[in-house]
């Protein structure tokens, strides 16, 4: 199969001087994670749920934390994106995908932009759904954090990892799971288009053995219990994977939990299934 088999055609585009605001909502709306920004018939750049995502840390500067709708598009978007033929061969496309960290492709020909493959694309393939593996096959350990983390921590982790988040409850229970997209699309902003700003309660020991003890910790802006999708969508490891594919597709989710009685054993993502389409 190739990239013209599997591409999205006719794409979404936003202008560089549309505002952030504006992708998002379109986003939301269509239920994608990316989109061409066009100059004109001109491809200028990308700009993805991630470059948003990113944005929120507290410690970031001021007017990367001012409304999104004073936001243009061009401050944040990745310009001069790679494109592909449209003759590109699937496994290629999603060693490519893997090797540079790039979840889509914008379709050329003859430098005009015609389509756009992304991941999502790939999943739907005929490829994949032929692969004869088990969750527990190809799934990766889970990165587990608490509810009450903070949203610096949020983003810290997810760029440290490049992975999502599974929230637990203190019993080692799933609370909930954290993507870019709920970074991406949190109502981060206050009526005075700033982040707000809360105290979080959490338990504590004064001394290894002590009592523990409730005690306020510094205002955050948000923690994961905030942010986090729930419930979570989860799988046993014994489950095909190519079921588990279309629990992705449907729910409109990358990745689904492997949870083995009330354990969590793992995770496969997209990311994983690509690696195996690639081979």
């Given at each position: 199969?190739?990239?013209?088999?599997?591409?999205?055609?006719?794409?979404?585009?936003?202008?560089?001087?549309?505002?952030?605001?504006?992708?998002?909502?379109?986003?939301?709306?269509?239920?994608?994670?990316?989109?061409?920004?066009?100059?004109?018939?001109?491809?200028?750049?990308?700009?993805?749920?991630?470059?948003?995502?990113?944005?929120?840390?507290?410690?970031?500067?001021?007017?990367?934390?001012?409304?999104?709708?004073?936001?243009?598009?061009?401050?944040?978007?990745?310009?001069?994106?790679?494109?592909?033929?449209?003759?590109?061969?699937?496994?290629?496309?999603?060693?490519?995908?893997?090797?540079?960290?790039?979840?889509?492709?914008?379709?050329?020909?003859?430098?005009?932009?015609?389509?756009?493959?992304?991941?999502?694309?790939?999943?739907?393939?005929?490829?994949?759904?032929?692969?004869?593996?088990?969750?527990?096959?190809?799934?990766?350990?889970?990165?587990?954090?608490?509810?009450?983390?903070?949203?610096?921590?949020?983003?810290?982790?997810?760029?440290?990892?490049?992975?999502?988040?599974?929230?637990?409850?203190?019993?080692?229970?799933?609370?909930?799971?954290?993507?870019?997209?709920?970074?991406?699309?949190?109502?981060?902003?206050?009526?005075?288009?700033?982040?707000?700003?809360?105290?979080?309660?959490?338990?504590?020991?004064?001394?290894?053995?002590?009592?523990?003890?409730?005690?306020?910790?510094?205002?955050?802006?948000?923690?994961?219990?905030?942010?986090?999708?729930?419930?979570?969508?989860?799988?046993?490891?014994?489950?095909?994977?190519?079921t588990a594919v279309r629990q992705m597709l449907e729910n409109h989710i990358n990745s689904v939990v492997v949870v083995d009685g009330k354990e969590v054993k793992g995770i496969v993502k997209r990311d994983d299934i690509l690696q195996e389409l690639a081979k």
């Amino acid at each position: 199969m190739q990239a013209q088999d599997v591409m999205s055609s006719p794409v979404y585009i936003v202008a560089p001087s549309e505002n952030i605001a504006h992708v998002r909502n379109l986003m939301l709306k269509h239920k994608i994670s990316r989109l061409l920004v066009m100059n004109g018939d001109a491809l200028a750049g990308i700009i993805t749920k991630k470059d948003i995502a990113y944005r929120l840390r507290q410690s970031e500067p001021i007017w990367r934390r001012r409304p999104i709708d004073r936001i243009p598009v061009s401050v944040l978007m990745m310009p001069d994106p790679m494109t592909i033929p449209p003759d590109t061969g699937t496994r290629e496309i999603a060693a490519l995908m893997l090797e540079r960290d790039i979840s889509g492709f914008p379709v050329a020909d003859n430098g005009a932009v015609i389509g756009i493959v992304t991941k999502t694309d790939l999943l739907r393939s005929s490829q994949v759904d032929k692969l004869e593996l088990s969750a527990g096959d190809v799934m990766v350990e889970a990165s587990l954090i608490n509810r009450y983390h903070s949203l610096d921590h949020i983003i810290d982790q997810l760029r440290e990892r490049n992975d999502k988040l599974v929230v637990i409850n203190n019993d080692g229970t799933i609370a909930g799971i954290i993507t870019e997209s709920n970074l991406a699309f949190f109502e981060y902003l206050n009526d005075r288009g700033t982040l707000p700003e809360k105290d979080v309660v959490m338990l504590r020991r004064d001394e290894s053995a002590g009592r523990k003890q409730y005690r306020y910790v510094v205002a955050v802006s948000a923690v994961a219990e905030d942010l986090m999708t729930r419930p979570v969508v989860t799988i046993t490891s014994d489950t095909p994977l190519n079921t588990a594919v279309r629990q992705m597709l449907e729910n409109h989710i990358n990745s689904v939990v492997v949870v083995d009685g009330k354990e969590v054993k793992g995770i496969v993502k997209r990311d994983d299934i690509l690696q195996e389409l690639a081979k």
